[in-house]
């Protein structure tokens, strides 16, 4: 049997090889797609954390809490981390993030001193830009962080208050002088293996695996083709088993399908400077996700009837699953409906794999990698045998 398959796996490769629209859709679409999604939003998914935030203040409060977080503000600019703007108005601040000249901008509201001596619910509204996460997180944090160094501040002050060590008159004074007091916020830089792929990386990742669901998934089609063609008829009517014909077609597929993917992984690295990680690992978790990709792919089109039915099914379901994913638009980890419904798919878990490869994660990267391959596995082998109906006579 084994001669057999290797006999109808090297006919297919030939095929493939033959056919042009192979270098096209398995290595020239994902790695020039790669290098533009990374151009046009690569920075804005990994940002860059050498150049300092540039953040605007409006300030419609003037109290004492509202200067002593503009002085955290200008001790963390006198580190060099922001660059710090006051604004007018909020309309001005708000402009100025929607036009791309800051990362975030802080608007002060007007009562929040008082309201903060007087207990009541009061915040510091941080505006983002869309196209700097990172730098609207970091912003973020840093009004969270003062507000809760204030609410200690108040509660101790407040406490002082009702204990007869300061009277009610000298309580704004107290909350103030603690809140001018509070331990300046200051950036660190550590160097760690991240888990999170570089932006280049990601992109010929996910985009690379998007068209490997239609390179490895051919070996179903093939057949439907070869079925209307009449070419089937004659290679079912020599010694061949059936399953051979399956066996080798979809090892032609396989094959193909991991070698685009190292092929990409190489190429990007040299011309895009994407970063994969240990080769070993990284390169189980390529097959890996082939593998899950071809099991998926011949799933699908072991439903089909005709060869055209099977390309327009495997290419919803490869959209969907790639939306899903998060391949085009990287979907953050959290607790919404979205994060969980990813790792339905095979792209996420493959991404996740090359993730704990950068960060050393081995562990981490083997169960995605056994992951993926319960996927084409089990996918794989329940579509083989719908397939098996294609080869009857």
Request: zero cysteines.
């Amino acid at each position: 049997m084994l001669p057999a398959v290797l006999l109808i796996a090297r006919k297919e490769l030939a095929q493939r090889l033959r056919d042009r629209s192979f270098f096209i859709i398995g290595l020239a679409a994902p790695l020039a797609l790669a290098f533009v999604f990374n151009l046009i939003i690569g920075g804005a998914i990994q940002g860059n954390l050498d150049e300092p935030f540039d953040y605007g203040l409006h300030d419609a409060d003037g109290g004492a809490i509202a200067e002593a977080f503009a002085g955290q503000l200008a001790a963390i600019e006198g580190n060099g981390d922001i660059v710090l703007t006051r604004y007018d108005t909020p309309e001005a601040a708000e402009q100025a993030v929607e036009d791309g000249d800051l990362d975030a901008a802080f608007l002060v509201p007007s009562a929040l001193s008082v309201s903060v001596m007087m207990g009541q619910p009061a915040a510091i509204a941080v505006v983002g830009n869309i196209d700097s996460g990172i730098g609207t997180a970091v912003a973020r944090a840093i009004a969270e962080g003062f507000g809760r160094g204030v609410a200690t501040a108040t509660l101790g002050a407040r406490t002082a208050a009702e204990v007869g060590a300061i009277t009610l008159d000298q309580l704004p004074d107290a909350a103030a002088a603690a809140g001018e007091m509070l331990p300046p916020i200051t950036f660190t830089t550590t160097e760690i293996r991240s888990r999170q792929l570089p932006a280049a990386t990601f992109f010929v990742a996910g985009l690379g695996l998007f068209f490997m669901f239609f390179v490895a998934g051919l070996a179903a089609t093939s057949l439907l083709e070869e079925r209307g063609l009449g070419t089937l008829g004659r290679l079912l009517s020599t010694p061949i088993p059936p399953a051979s014909i399956i066996a080798g077609k979809t090892l032609a597929n396989v094959g193909l399908g991991i070698l685009a993917m190292v092929v990409l992984a190489v190429l990007s690295s040299v011309l895009m400077g994407a970063e994969w990680g240990n080769p070993v690992l990284a390169f189980l978790v390529i097959a890996a996700a082939v593998i899950a990709a071809a099991g998926v792919m011949t799933l699908v089109g072991g439903l089909a009837r005709t060869a055209e039915q099977a390309g327009n099914l495997q290419s919803i379901v490869a959209i969907t699953l790639a939306m899903l994913g998060g391949t085009f638009v990287p979907i953050t980890a959290g607790e919404g409906l979205m994060a969980q419904l990813r790792f339905l798919t095979p792209n996420a878990w493959y991404v996740r794999g090359l993730g704990d490869v950068g960060g050393g994660a081995t562990g981490s990267a083997l169960l995605a990698v056994a992951i993926l391959l319960v996927i084409g596995v089990v996918t794989g082998a329940i579509g083989l045998a719908r397939v098996q109906r294609t080869l009857k006579p």
